[in-house]
């Protein structure tokens, strides 16, 4: 054999190689940046009992603050036959006779038109046996339409019921697309899946071990499901997991007063069988309500926290539950129940927001029936003269004590406001260490804060701590309308040691 070939020879192996290599997944201190709403797709098993209808109305509250691209019916455990997307756009229809109302409240509304639109039949057979080569379902080409258009931003893929839709589009995108594409649209896509409904999930993330996937690994059943993160949005009667939540606002009887009897929408929100809105924290993490839980799930926010980590039986690491109890680096939250006792769950992570979200929620409903100035509105959290509700990131030193200033933050509605700063004490796990740190006037506009080190301390003490640490420090802002609305606010502190420049 010549040089030239033999180079050549070795040239083609090298890259046959690469292209064989699968995507490699984001590190999991990557930040999502991107400006603008975030872009959606739901796959739901609507039909098969009241929850999801129930999501969905909150979904169409919440779509002027997010690009709805595709929704889709498919199938699941539950339902493993049938398809209802004439459920979803029964839903829409009841959307479009509030939407004028909507527009006096805020902008962006989209078209009940172009939603109905984007309702699409996913597969409507039951799991990856409905999945194959001459399988795609036009809500999976929806799906791989969506994540290959040209966006900066990333496609979150929130799945109510089985998976195996996104995984026809894979399937498709797999046999289709060069390596380099396939690669490029597996890095834009972001999936919560209400733990596994089908065999299809355990099998995507087999088979694509760069996707970025948040999930409570589970047997396509509810065996798993009262450990799962997810049932903190109401799961306390049912799974009975739910120690030191606040129940009321999850009640039948909360929702008729508050919900189903709002308008030609709040009609078409069902009484629930097991619990209220089961797959809502799929994207309820979404809402820009200033605590951007979007931009990384070891942050928190309504639709939970997840830490990064390989459990038994997968293949790689997601974000899912779990974590090392040694470290304290674990999913789940330390919070002060309505008992007036501490509470450690990952259903914590999500109820500890309930009664901010319920509220926000039942003004929105409102919004469907009353003008402006018969309704309230979410005030504005501003810190150090900073509008918005972008994150604030400062970097402290160990020792270093100052001050963050909200006193600027306003009401549309010119309600007075009050302010509780707090040590989101577990946000940040993929950083490193997490820092500790000290806060004074915690109910005042001005909060005073002390930086104490760069690690808080391990199970055993004598552990030395190295290199810098992280704190999210959130400011929740809540008016005295009726319900009350509150707003948040994320200052994140890089913490280096007294001896590390910065």
């Known amino acids: ?138 809500g999976s080409q929806a799906l791989l339409a969506a994540a290959q258009r040209d966006d900066s931003r990333p496609l979150w893929v929130c799945i109510w019921g089985g998976a195996n839709t996104l995984a026809q589009a894979l399937i498709d995108a797999r046999a289709t697309l060069a390596p380099v594409q396939l690669a490029e649209l597996i890095a834009r ?91 809502t924290p799929s994207f309820l993490g979404l809402i820009d309500n200033g605590l951007n839980a979007y931009r990384r799930p070891d942050w928190g926010g309504w639709g939970g926290r997840y830490v990064y980590r390989q459990p038994f039986g997968e293949a790689h690491p997601i974000w899912t539950q779990g974590g090392d109890e040694f470290f304290r680096v674990t999913s789940q939250d330390t919070v002060l129940g309505i008992d007036g006792e501490q509470h450690v769950s990952d259903q914590a992570t999500i109820w500890r927001w309930r009664t901010a979200f319920q509220n926000d929620f039942a003004a929105r409903m409102a919004w469907t029936v009353a003008d402006f100035a018969h309704a309230n509105h979410n005030p504005l959290a501003v810190v150090d003269g900073k509008t918005g509700t972008d994150p604030i990131e400062m970097d402290v030193t160990v020792g270093q004590s100052f001050t963050l200033d909200a006193s600027a933050s306003k009401d549309p509605d010119g309600q007075p406001l009050a302010f509780h700063w707090f040590h989101y004490a577990e946000a940040g796990t993929a950083d490193g260490n997490l820092a500790a740190v000290t806060l004074s006037g915690a109910d005042t506009p001005r909060l005073t804060l002390r930086v104490d080190a760069p690690c808080r301390l391990f199970w055993l003490p004598m552990i030395p701590c ?37």
């Open 1 to 138: 054999m010549k040089p030239a070939k033999r180079t050549g020879l070795l040239a083609a192996c090298l890259l046959n190689s690469a292209i064989l290599l699968p995507a490699q997944a984001l590190p999991p201190t990557h930040v999502d940046t991107f400006a603008s709403h975030p872009r959606v797709v739901i796959i739901s098993d609507i039909g098969n009992e009241p929850d999801d209808q129930m999501s969905f109305v909150r979904l169409l509250l919440y779509s002027n603050e997010i690009d709805l691209e595709a929704m889709i019916a498919t199938t699941s455990t539950w339902q493993k036959a049938a398809t209802h997307p004439e459920t979803m756009r029964q839903l829409i229809d009841a959307y479009a006779q509030v939407r004028p109302s909507l527009l006096l409240h805020a902008q962006g509304w989209p078209v009940a038109a172009d939603l109905a639109a984007r309702v699409f039949n996913g597969q409507t057979a039951y799991g990856l046996a409905a999945t194959g080569p001459g399988e795609s379902s036009p």
């Open 189 to 279: 896509l972001r999936v919560y899946s209400i733990s596994d409904q089908d065999d299809a999930g355990p099998w995507i993330r087999r088979e694509f071990p760069g996707l970025f996937y948040i999930v409570s690994p589970s047997s396509p059943t509810s065996g798993e499901y009262l450990y799962a993160t997810w049932t903190g949005i109401s799961g306390d009667g049912y799974y009975r997991n739910g120690e030191g939540a606040d129940w009321t606002t999850v009640t039948n009887e909360w929702l008729d007063q508050h919900i189903r009897n709002q308008g030609p929408l709040g009609k078409v929100y069902p009484r629930f069988m097991f619990i209220m809105e089961g797959d």
């Open 466 to 502: 190295k290199g810098s640490g992280t704190a999210h420090i959130i400011l929740a802002v809540t008016d005295n309308g009726s319900p009350q609305l509150t707003s948040y606010r994320r200052v994140i502190l890089h913490v280096h040691p007294a001896s590390e420049s910065k």
